[in-house]
C-alpha cells in the first residue's frame, strides 16, 4: 500500500443483485486483499455496499474483476460506482450488515441443492459432519423457506433459535472459510437434528434414526419425510405393494409420482435421457424433469400407470442423500398432502394431516417459514421448459427489460402463483395451486403477505382475472384500498410470453388452454390475439361448442367427444360403430344430447383443450380422468410421429375468425369406423392442429404485417404441437416466442396479470 495519503483514491460500489448469502462478502474480502485495497464491505437492505480506498489502477482492477469471477451463485443486477474522500483505513474488513432506509431491494437466494464441497464432507468419516443431514455453506443449503425478513442475516431466519458452538462459530467468523456467513451454518453439537416418530406422533427409540427409516423402506412402510420447503411421501420405488398402498392412502388414482434417485447412473436404469435431460437434472435447482420410460425397469407400474413419461429428480438435501446412498434403485417422494391440498411444512400439521397415510414420520426441528414444492421443467426443443416453477428458482425474478409500476397480481384459479412488480423486476411466487379449498386459499394469503413483507412492495394497484367467481378474483376485490384492474385469461397469457422475452411490440398470440373466462361470459381456450401490454383483440378462434355439465365435462372428457359427435353430425352421430358408445351407458348419452339440444347447463366454449378431450374420448383412448390435462396427455403419448396425413379443416372469415373443426372430427370418425390404428389417427390430428394453425397465421401475419408469434397457454406443454409449430412458423419467416423462464400453463398468468396492469396505469383509457 502506497505510503502517501495524497497518492490513494476511493470509490463506493453499490451492488444489487442476489449477493446475499451466496459467499459474495468473502470473495470481496479476499479480492480486496489480492488487490492491496483497504476498505469495508457490508450488507444493506438493497444489497452490497463496498468502500475502497488504494492506488487508482488497483481499484479499476478490482472493480472490473467482480462480474467476472464473482461466486456461482450471486447474480449481479446492477453495479453503481462513485467518488469518495479517502478515509485512511488501515485494512479491509467485512462491517455488520447496514440499514438504507425502508426499502428492501435485495434479490435473495432460491433454496439451492447440496454443493460438491459439502457432498464430500458428508461422507468423508474424518470430517466432523460426517453423516450431519443438514450440512451446508455459502455455496449450498436453504435460503428463501427459511427467511423471514432481510437484511439475511441469521437472526432474520428459522437459524435463529440455534447458537453456534465455538467450531461453528469460528467459521462463522472467518471471511476465509466456505462458512463465513452461511447463516444455516451447524453441526452435530449445535445444529437442528432429525427423528423418527410414529403415525401416531410418538417417538421412536433408536440413535440411528436415518438407517432405521431406510429399514422401514425396505419393509414396504410409507414415510413422510420433512425436506427443504415441506414434507414429501416417500416409499420404494421398486416395491409395487408399497406404491399401490400410497396411491390408495393418498386417494391419488392415476396422475403419476415423483422418483428420487442417487445419481444419473441410476436414473438411466429406468428412463431414457438426453443430453438437454441431464443438464437439467444436474442444475443447482435441481427440479423434477420429465423424461421419457424405458420400457422395462425394476420401479413399480403403478409409479406412472399408462404414461410414457416418469417425472424424476436428483437428492438436493444432505438427507435425501443419506436416504439413498442405501442402494435404493429410486424412492417415490410425492409431495406430503393430500390430493388438492398445500404441502405440509410444520410437523404436528403433518401428524394430523399426513396420520392417515405415513407409517412413519422421519422430522427434524428447523422450521420451514414459506412452504415450497418441488419445480417441474420439460425439455422440449433442447430448452428446460418450466410446467411447476418453485423450489430452486424462487424468488429470483423475471428481470422485464423496463421498470414496471408496482403491481400485485393475483394470478388464476389454477396451479396459482401470485407476482409482485418493482422497477424492472417481476417476482413470481413459488407454486401455490388450486385455489379450490380453504387451506390452498390461506396459503395464497399468507404468500402475498410474507413476499410483501420480505421484498418491501407494497402495491396500490391489484390485477386480477375477469372470472368472477375464481378466489383470487374474490381476494382481489376485496381489497379495497387498492386500485383494482381486472385482465383477460389469455391476454394474459401472451403478455406473460411478451415479458419473459422482452418484447413491448405487437405480436400474434396463439393462447391454448382448456378454460380461461371470456368477456362474451364464454369460455375460451383456442384464441388467435392482437394483443401489446395495454389491449388485444380477438382475430380468430375454434368455433363455440356446447360443454354439457360445464365443470363435469373436463372430468368425463366422453361429455365433450358426444358434443363434438352432435355438433359435427347431429343425433344420426349415435349409429357409429364407436367404442365410446360401447362404454358409456346410453342412459347417460341420452341425458347429454338432452342438455346440449336444449342448452342445459351447457355453457359454450372454444377451448382447444376440450377438443383435445373430445378427440380422445372419440378415438376410445379416455373417457374419464383422474387429473387435469390427462386426456390430452395420452393423446400426445399414443400419437405416432411419423404419420404425414391430415384432415381437411377450414375457417370462416370474419372478425373475429371463426375455425370450424367439424371436418377434422368427421374424419377422426371415419378413421375409427375404418380401423385405423390409434396411433395414426391421432398422429394426424396433431399434424392438422400445426398445418392449420401455421397456415392461419401467416394469413394474419400478412394481412397485419406482424412477424412475432407468441405460443402459450397449457395446451403448448404438448410437446408435438408446440415442436410442430415452432419450426413451421419458424419456417414461414416469423420470430416465435416461448415459454421457458415461467410456464405456459396457468402458473406463468400472474407475470402477464402485472404487466398488463402496469402498462395500463399510464393509461387510464385501457382500464375496465
Given at each position: 500500500?502506497?505510503?502517501?495519503?495524497?497518492?490513494?483514491?476511493?470509490?463506493?460500489?453499490?451492488?444489487?443483485?442476489?449477493?446475499?448469502?451466496?459467499?459474495?462478502?468473502?470473495?470481496?474480502?479476499?479480492?480486496?486483499?489480492?488487490?492491496?485495497?483497504?476498505?469495508?464491505?457490508?450488507?444493506?437492505?438493497?444489497?452490497?455496499?463496498?468502500?475502497?480506498?488504494?492506488?487508482?489502477?488497483?481499484?479499476?482492477?478490482?472493480?472490473?474483476?467482480?462480474?467476472?469471477?464473482?461466486?456461482?451463485?450471486?447474480?449481479?443486477?446492477?453495479?453503481?460506482?462513485?467518488?469518495?474522500?479517502?478515509?485512511?483505513?488501515?485494512?479491509?474488513?467485512?462491517?455488520?450488515?447496514?440499514?438504507?432506509?425502508?426499502?428492501?431491494?435485495?434479490?435473495?437466494?432460491?433454496?439451492?441443492?447440496?454443493?460438491?464441497?459439502?457432498?464430500?464432507?458428508?461422507?468423508?468419516?474424518?470430517?466432523?459432519?460426517?453423516?450431519?443431514?443438514?450440512?451446508?455453506?455459502?455455496?449450498?443449503?436453504?435460503?428463501?423457506?427459511?427467511?423471514?425478513?432481510?437484511?439475511?442475516?441469521?437472526?432474520?431466519?428459522?437459524?435463529?433459535?440455534?447458537?453456534?458452538?465455538?467450531?461453528?462459530?469460528?467459521?462463522?467468523?472467518?471471511?476465509?472459510?466456505?462458512?463465513?456467513?452461511?447463516?444455516?451454518?451447524?453441526?452435530?453439537?449445535?445444529?437442528?437434528?432429525?427423528?423418527?416418530?410414529?403415525?401416531?406422533?410418538?417417538?421412536?427409540?433408536?440413535?440411528?434414526?436415518?438407517?432405521?427409516?431406510?429399514?422401514?423402506?425396505?419393509?414396504?412402510?410409507?414415510?413422510?419425510?420433512?425436506?427443504?420447503?415441506?414434507?414429501?411421501?416417500?416409499?420404494?420405488?421398486?416395491?409395487?405393494?408399497?406404491?399401490?398402498?400410497?396411491?390408495?392412502?393418498?386417494?391419488?388414482?392415476?396422475?403419476?409420482?415423483?422418483?428420487?434417485?442417487?445419481?444419473?447412473?441410476?436414473?438411466?436404469?429406468?428412463?431414457?435421457?438426453?443430453?438437454?435431460?441431464?443438464?437439467?437434472?444436474?442444475?443447482?435447482?435441481?427440479?423434477?424433469?420429465?423424461?421419457?420410460?424405458?420400457?422395462?425397469?425394476?420401479?413399480?407400474?403403478?409409479?406412472?400407470?399408462?404414461?410414457?413419461?416418469?417425472?424424476?429428480?436428483?437428492?438436493?438435501?444432505?438427507?435425501?442423500?443419506?436416504?439413498?446412498?442405501?442402494?435404493?434403485?429410486?424412492?417415490?417422494?410425492?409431495?406430503?398432502?393430500?390430493?388438492?391440498?398445500?404441502?405440509?411444512?410444520?410437523?404436528?400439521?403433518?401428524?394430523?394431516?399426513?396420520?392417515?397415510?405415513?407409517?412413519?414420520?422421519?422430522?427434524?426441528?428447523?422450521?420451514?417459514?414459506?412452504?415450497?414444492?418441488?419445480?417441474?421443467?420439460?425439455?422440449?426443443?433442447?430448452?428446460?421448459?418450466?410446467?411447476?416453477?418453485?423450489?430452486?428458482?424462487?424468488?429470483?425474478?423475471?428481470?422485464?427489460?423496463?421498470?414496471?409500476?408496482?403491481?400485485?397480481?393475483?394470478?388464476?384459479?389454477?396451479?396459482?402463483?401470485?407476482?409482485?412488480?418493482?422497477?424492472?423486476?417481476?417476482?413470481?411466487?413459488?407454486?401455490?395451486?388450486?385455489?379450490?379449498?380453504?387451506?390452498?386459499?390461506?396459503?395464497?394469503?399468507?404468500?402475498?403477505?410474507?413476499?410483501?413483507?420480505?421484498?418491501?412492495?407494497?402495491?396500490?394497484?391489484?390485477?386480477?382475472?375477469?372470472?368472477?367467481?375464481?378466489?383470487?378474483?374474490?381476494?382481489?376485490?376485496?381489497?379495497?384500498?387498492?386500485?383494482?384492474i381486472g385482465v383477460q385469461h389469455h391476454h394474459a397469457h401472451v403478455a406473460a410470453c411478451m415479458a419473459e422475452n422482452h418484447t413491448r411490440e405487437t405480436v400474434i398470440g396463439l393462447a391454448f388452454d382448456g378454460t380461461g373466462y371470456g368477456p362474451d361470459h364464454t369460455v375460451w381456450g383456442g384464441e388467435i390475439l392482437l394483443a401489446d401490454f395495454k389491449q388485444f383483440d380477438r382475430t380468430a378462434h375454434l368455433s363455440y361448442i356446447p360443454m354439457p355439465g360445464s365443470a363435469a365435462a373436463v372430468r368425463e372428457p366422453w361429455r365433450m367427444g358426444m358434443s363434438y359427435l352432435l355438433d359435427s353430425f347431429g343425433e344420426t352421430c349415435r349409429e357409429f360403430n364407436l367404442p365410446m358408445f360401447q362404454a358409456i351407458d346410453h342412459s347417460k348419452i341420452d341425458t347429454i344430447v338432452q342438455m346440449v339440444n336444449g342448452g342445459i347447463n351447457s355453457p359454450m366454449t372454444s377451448s382447444l383443450g376440450r377438443l383435445f378431450d373430445g378427440i380422445a374420448a372419440i378415438v376410445g383412448l379416455r373417457y374419464r380422468v383422474s387429473f387435469e390435462g390427462q386426456a390430452a396427455m395420452e393423446l400426445e403419448m399414443a400419437a405416432d410421429h411419423t404419420t404425414e396425413g391430415i384432415y381437411d379443416y377450414a375457417w370462416q372469415e370474419g372478425t373475429p375468425i371463426q375455425i370450424s373443426v367439424k371436418s377434422i372430427v368427421q374424419g377422426v370418425v371415419r378413421d375409427v369406423i375404418h380401423h385405423v390404428d390409434q396411433s395414426v389417427i391421432c398422429g394426424?390430428?396433431?399434424?392438422?392442429?400445426?398445418?392449420?394453425?401455421?397456415?392461419?397465421?401467416?394469413?394474419?401475419?400478412?394481412?397485419?404485417?406482424?412477424?412475432?408469434?407468441?405460443?402459450?397457454?397449457?395446451?403448448?406443454?404438448?410437446?408435438?404441437?408446440?415442436?410442430?409449430?415452432?419450426?413451421?412458423?419458424?419456417?414461414?419467416?416469423?420470430?416465435?416466442?416461448?415459454?421457458?423462464?415461467?410456464?405456459?400453463?396457468?402458473?406463468?398468468?400472474?407475470?402477464?396479470?402485472?404487466?398488463?396492469?402496469?402498462?395500463?396505469?399510464?393509461?387510464?383509457?385501457?382500464?375496465?
Amino acid at each position: 500500500m502506497r505510503d502517501r495519503k495524497s497518492d490513494l483514491t476511493a470509490k463506493r460500489l453499490e451492488i444489487s443483485g442476489i449477493v446475499q448469502g451466496v459467499g459474495f462478502r468473502p470473495f470481496v474480502f479476499q479480492l480486496a486483499k489480492e488487490n492491496r485495497l483497504c476498505g469495508e464491505i457490508a450488507n444493506t437492505a438493497d444489497g452490497v455496499s463496498i468502500f475502497v480506498e488504494g492506488a487508482p489502477q488497483d481499484i479499476a482492477l478490482f472493480y472490473q474483476t467482480i462480474p467476472m469471477k464473482k461466486p456461482p451463485l450471486a447474480q449481479i443486477t446492477h453495479m453503481a460506482i462513485t467518488e469518495e474522500i479517502v478515509k485512511g483505513y488501515s485494512g479491509f474488513s467485512i462491517a455488520s450488515s447496514k440499514g438504507h432506509g425502508d426499502l428492501k431491494s435485495a434479490l435473495i437466494s432460491p433454496d439451492v441443492s447440496i454443493c460438491g464441497d459439502c457432498l464430500s464432507e458428508l461422507f468423508d468419516p474424518a470430517n466432523r459432519r460426517f453423516h450431519y443431514p443438514f450440512i451446508n455453506c455459502t455455496n449450498c443449503g436453504p435460503r428463501y423457506t427459511i427467511i423471514d425478513d432481510l437484511p439475511y442475516d441469521r437472526a432474520c431466519t428459522s437459524m435463529k433459535n440455534f447458537q453456534m458452538c465455538p467450531e461453528c462459530q469460528a467459521e462463522y467468523d472467518n471471511p476465509l472459510d466456505r462458512r463465513f456467513h452461511a447463516q444455516p451454518n451447524a453441526c452435530f453439537r449445535c445444529g437442528p437434528m432429525v427423528s423418527l416418530y410414529t403415525d401416531q406422533g410418538k417417538p421412536v427409540e433408536t440413535d440411528h434414526p436415518i438407517e432405521k427409516t431406510v429399514a422401514l423402506l425396505r419393509a414396504g412402510k410409507i414415510v413422510a419425510v420433512k425436506g427443504l420447503g415441506g414434507f414429501h411421501l416417500a416409499v420404494d420405488a421398486e416395491n409395487n405393494h408399497a406404491v399401490a398402498n400410497l396411491r390408495k392412502k393418498k386417494n391419488r388414482e392415476e396422475k403419476p409420482f415423483a422418483l428420487m434417485a442417487r445419481d444419473l447412473e441410476k436414473i438411466r436404469e429406468f428412463a431414457e435421457l438426453d443430453v438437454d435431460e441431464e443438464k437439467a437434472l444436474l442444475s443447482p435447482a435441481r427440479p423434477i424433469v420429465i423424461v421419457q420410460k424405458k420400457r422395462h425397469s425394476s420401479i413399480a407400474r403403478l409409479t406412472a400407470p399408462g404414461n410414457r413419461y416418469l417425472g424424476v429428480m436428483l437428492p438436493y438435501t444432505p438427507l435425501h442423500h443419506l436416504l439413498l446412498s442405501h442402494h435404493f434403485s429410486a424412492l417415490v417422494m410425492t409431495s406430503g398432502n393430500q390430493s388438492e391440498e398445500p404441502i405440509c411444512i410444520n410437523n404436528q400439521d403433518a401428524f394430523q394431516r399426513l396420520g392417515g397415510i405415513a407409517d412413519y414420520f422421519l422430522i427434524h426441528n428447523r422450521e420451514i417459514y414459506l412452504r415450497s414444492d418441488d419445480s417441474i421443467v420439460r425439455v422440449i426443443h433442447r430448452t428446460a421448459r418450466q410446467v411447476r416453477r418453485s423450489r430452486g428458482y424462487v424468488p429470483v425474478p423475471i428481470f422485464l427489460g423496463t421498470p414496471a409500476a408496482e403491481v400485485l397480481a393475483c394470478g388464476a384459479e389454477l396451479k396459482n402463483t401470485i407476482c409482485l412488480t418493482r422497477e424492472d423486476q417481476a417476482f413470481l411466487s413459488q407454486h401455490i395451486g388450486d385455489l379450490e379449498n380453504p387451506s390452498t386459499e390461506a396459503f395464497f394469503q399468507q404468500t402475498i403477505q410474507h413476499m410483501e413483507r420480505i421484498l418491501d412492495i407494497h402495491p396500490a394497484v391489484i390485477a386480477h382475472d375477469l372470472h368472477p367467481g375464481y378466489l383470487s378474483t374474490a381476494y382481489a376485490t376485496a381489497r379495497t384500498d387498492k386500485i383494482r384492474i381486472g385482465v383477460q385469461h389469455h391476454h394474459a397469457h401472451v403478455a406473460a410470453c411478451m415479458a419473459e422475452n422482452h418484447t413491448r411490440e405487437t405480436v400474434i398470440g396463439l393462447a391454448f388452454d382448456g378454460t380461461g373466462y371470456g368477456p362474451d361470459h364464454t369460455v375460451w381456450g383456442g384464441e388467435i390475439l392482437l394483443a401489446d401490454f395495454k389491449q388485444f383483440d380477438r382475430t380468430a378462434h375454434l368455433s363455440y361448442i356446447p360443454m354439457p355439465g360445464s365443470a363435469a365435462a373436463v372430468r368425463e372428457p366422453w361429455r365433450m367427444g358426444m358434443s363434438y359427435l352432435l355438433d359435427s353430425f347431429g343425433e344420426t352421430c349415435r349409429e357409429f360403430n364407436l367404442p365410446m358408445f360401447q362404454a358409456i351407458d346410453h342412459s347417460k348419452i341420452d341425458t347429454i344430447v338432452q342438455m346440449v339440444n336444449g342448452g342445459i347447463n351447457s355453457p359454450m366454449t372454444s377451448s382447444l383443450g376440450r377438443l383435445f378431450d373430445g378427440i380422445a374420448a372419440i378415438v376410445g383412448l379416455r373417457y374419464r380422468v383422474s387429473f387435469e390435462g390427462q386426456a390430452a396427455m395420452e393423446l400426445e403419448m399414443a400419437a405416432d410421429h411419423t404419420t404425414e396425413g391430415i384432415y381437411d379443416y377450414a375457417w370462416q372469415e370474419g372478425t373475429p375468425i371463426q375455425i370450424s373443426v367439424k371436418s377434422i372430427v368427421q374424419g377422426v370418425v371415419r378413421d375409427v369406423i375404418h380401423h385405423v390404428d390409434q396411433s395414426v389417427i391421432c398422429g394426424k390430428f396433431h399434424n392438422t392442429l400445426i398445418q392449420l394453425f401455421a397456415e392461419l397465421t401467416e394469413t394474419i401475419g400478412k394481412t397485419t404485417g406482424l412477424n412475432r408469434v407468441a405460443l402459450t397457454g397449457g395446451v403448448f406443454q404438448n410437446r408435438i404441437l408446440f415442436q410442430g409449430l415452432f419450426r413451421a412458423l419458424s419456417k414461414k419467416g416469423f420470430t416465435v416466442l416461448s415459454h421457458s423462464l415461467v410456464p405456459c400453463n396457468d402458473g406463468g398468468i400472474s407475470l402477464g396479470q402485472a404487466v398488463i396492469a402496469s402498462a395500463r396505469m399510464g393509461d387510464p383509457s385501457t382500464c375496465p
